[in-house]
C-alpha cells in the first residue's frame, strides 16, 4: 500500500486515481505493478484452469483409450460402450445396429448374417 499524494490515506500500488479525493496518481512503480499483475495473471490462470480441469488439449501421440474393452479405440469403434459392436463384429440383421462399424445396418450390410 501507499499514500495518496494529496490526502494522504493508504492506496492500493495498483490505484490510477485516489477513491477518497479523486487525485490521479500515475507513477512509474505504479504502472509498473499494473502491468506485472496483468501479466502474472494471464500465465497463472491457464495453470489454475489445468489444475482444476485437467489441460486444454489431449497428447494426440498417443493411442486412444478403448472404453469398452472390445480391443479397438474410438477411432475405429462406432460404438466405444459396447464391446459387441467392432470392426471385426458379426453384423446381426434385425438389431436395428451397424454391428461391424461398417455403416451399413442389418439387411443393407453385405456381410448380413442371422443370428438368433
Known amino acids: ?4 499524494p494529496s490526502c494522504g ?11 477518497f479525493c479523486g487525485t490521479s496518481i ?7 505493478m499494473r502491468n506485472l499483475s496483468g501479466g502474472l495473471l494471464a500465465a497463472v490462470t491457464p495453470l489454475v484452469l489445468a489444475a482444476c480441469y485437467g489441460p486444454a488439449f489431449k497428447d494426440t501421440d498417443s493411442a486412444p483409450e478403448d472404453l469398452d474393452g472390445d480391443g479397438f479405440s474410438a477411432l475405429v469403434d462406432c460404438n466405444d460402450d459396447d464391446a459387441a459392436v ?8 434385425d438389431d436395428t445396429i451397424d454391428n461391424d462399424c461398417d455403416s ?13
Open 1 to 4: 500500500m501507499k499514500p495518496c
Open 9 to 19: 490515506r493508504h492506496l492500493i500500488h495498483a490505484e490510477t486515481s485516489c477513491p
Open 26 to 32: 500515475s507513477t512509474p512503480v505504479s504502472r509498473l
Open 86 to 93: 467392432n470392426p471385426e463384429a458379426a453384423e446381426v440383421c
Open 104 to 116: 451399413a445396418i442389418d439387411a443393407d450390410d453385405d456381410d448380413c448374417t442371422l443370428t438368433q
